[in-house]
């Protein structure tokens, strides 16, 4: 197993939750499997099924190369990952503004969301957070997402943006469902919640985890 290092990829490597995308690098006219893919600093690590032919790395540096991601599992990925938003802006609506995100997760069979809250869900509760996610999926929200200088984006929104945890560097990626919930978020994102076509189930846990499936 060989590890292609490259300073920008359309691969997204695991981070914030979110499982890293899969597919094939064409290197030199041979095609590589990528299994995985993990970010370490500012370069994306890609790894792949097996060596590269020639143990000089440097034969390599500048080289053309051709990676195609697996637009199935991506496309997964994504509706998981814009779920935990939905789901998230759910429970605020319902449960109330003290709401915070505790951690989360996204893969390619599920996702969940974990928050804070004072007391686990009753099932009513449980239902009318569906209820709320179904609607804003429903109500086909545009999802725009963009980079913004972080004094303005605090400045806009205030620090609810940092759900996942405050981010380093003066530049925000915002991801922002119209009317509905903003957060810095690097994750990739449907552009409208009418492409989530199964609607979030929350269950009750002692940190009223919410997991979701699309």
Request: hydrophobic content about 30%; glycine content about 8%; overall charge neutral.
């Amino acid at each position: 197993m060989c590890i292609r290092d490259r300073d920008r990829s359309a691969y997204y490597p695991t981070s914030g939750g979110q499982a890293h995308d899969i597919g094939t690098i064409e290197i030199e006219g041979e095609v590589y499997n990528v299994s995985s893919c993990e970010k370490v600093g500012k370069c994306v690590l890609h790894i792949l099924d097996r060596p590269l032919p020639n143990p000089d790395n440097s034969f390599y540096v500048g080289k053309k190369v051709v990676g195609q991601i697996d637009e199935g599992r991506r496309r997964q990925l994504r509706c998981h990952h814009t779920a935990t938003h939905i789901v998230f802006a759910a429970c605020r609506k319902v449960l109330g503004p003290h709401v915070w995100q505790n951690g989360a997760k996204k893969t390619t069979d599920q996702a969940h969301l974990d928050i804070t809250h004072f007391t686990s869900l009753s099932k009513q509760e449980e239902k009318e957070i569906e209820n709320e996610a179904n609607k804003i999926i429903l109500s086909a929200k545009q999802i725009h997402k963009s980079f913004m200088d972080k004094a303005q984006a605090e400045k806009d929104y205030g620090f609810r943006l940092y759900q996942g945890g405050i981010v380093p560097g003066n530049e925000l990626r915002v991801v922002n469902i119209v009317d509905t919930d903003v957060e810095a978020c690097c994750g990739t994102h449907c552009d409208n919640t009418c492409l989530l076509y199964t609607s979030p189930s929350p269950r009750d846990r002692q940190k009223s985890r919410m997991p979701s499936s699309a």
